[in-house]
């Protein structure tokens, strides 16, 4: 079955980048995604990578994916205090059926 | 405008008892969600419906009961509640696209069992 990794936490100083990283078992994922979940709140998807591409960056984010070690990373260049939150990894692994197993979490915490 | 709502937000409730936790979408996606989160923040999926028929049924117990009364409407019955179930329960919603898929999730439902 699928399983999805992550370490449990992260302290970051503030204004300095974060990288927060997954690994993944299912080697038939199709798409791999970034949610973020503030306390109190449900999870908001911040972005996705298809399986074929190795990098995407979006603002102060860039992912990356090593298709052939499964492992995907989220860097947040320059992070602020508002980036606290619980950061999600999730692995979608059979298209149509849309079906997404998250990983463990990843809670950043910022030292100001 | 709320893309995913649910109610209620929080529902305290006692051991055996039966309650519902109802989920709306207004974005016309065509496939709903509901997943469990437990204290761990651990997350994972029980129920998904696409155009109100059941297509992911993962291993819960029979005191769970989805219904989607159409496809903008996914509800969470469950029976004879055991402490076991208090959780958060997230809803979702997607629709199928070429280049994939965004879940858009609700506010979550805590759930208490005493």
């Known amino acids: 079955g699928e399983d999805v990794e992550q370490s449990l936490f992260l302290s970051v100083r503030e204004g300095d980048s974060s990288v927060i990283n997954c690994t993944y078992t299912d080697s038939s994922s199709t798409y791999l995604y970034w949610y973020k979940q503030e306390p109190g709140a449900g999870l908001q998807l911040l972005t996705y990578i298809f399986s074929n591409m190795d990098m995407k960056q979006d603002q102060r984010l860039t992912v990356l994916l090593n298709k052939k070690d499964k492992h995907l990373s989220l860097r947040i260049a320059d992070t602020q205090t508002g980036d606290s939150a619980i950061y999600f990894c999730?692995?979608?692994?059979?298209?149509?059926?849309?079906?997404?197993?998250f990983g463990t979490g990843t809670r950043l915490t910022i030292i100001p | 405008d709320t893309a995913v709502s649910q109610t209620p937000k929080y529902l305290v409730t006692q051991m055996g008892n039966d309650k519902s936790i109802k989920c709306e979408q207004n974005?016309?996606?065509?496939?709903m969600y509901w997943y469990k989160q437990d204290s761990k923040k651990f997350l994972k999926i029980m129920f998904s419906y696409n155009n109100k028929e059941l297509i992911i049924n993962e291993t819960v117990p029979n005191r769970f009961s989805p219904k989607s009364p159409d496809k903008a409407h996914l509800n969470l019955h469950i029976n004879s509640l055991e402490l076991g179930d208090s959780a958060v329960y997230f809803c979702a919603s997607s629709q199928s696209r070429a280049d994939g898929y965004e879940q858009y999730f609700g506010p979550g439902t805590r759930l208490t069992v005493t």
């Open positions: 999730a692995e979608g692994s059979n298209f149509g059926n849309e079906k997404l197993t």
């Open positions: 974005l016309g996606h065509d496939t």
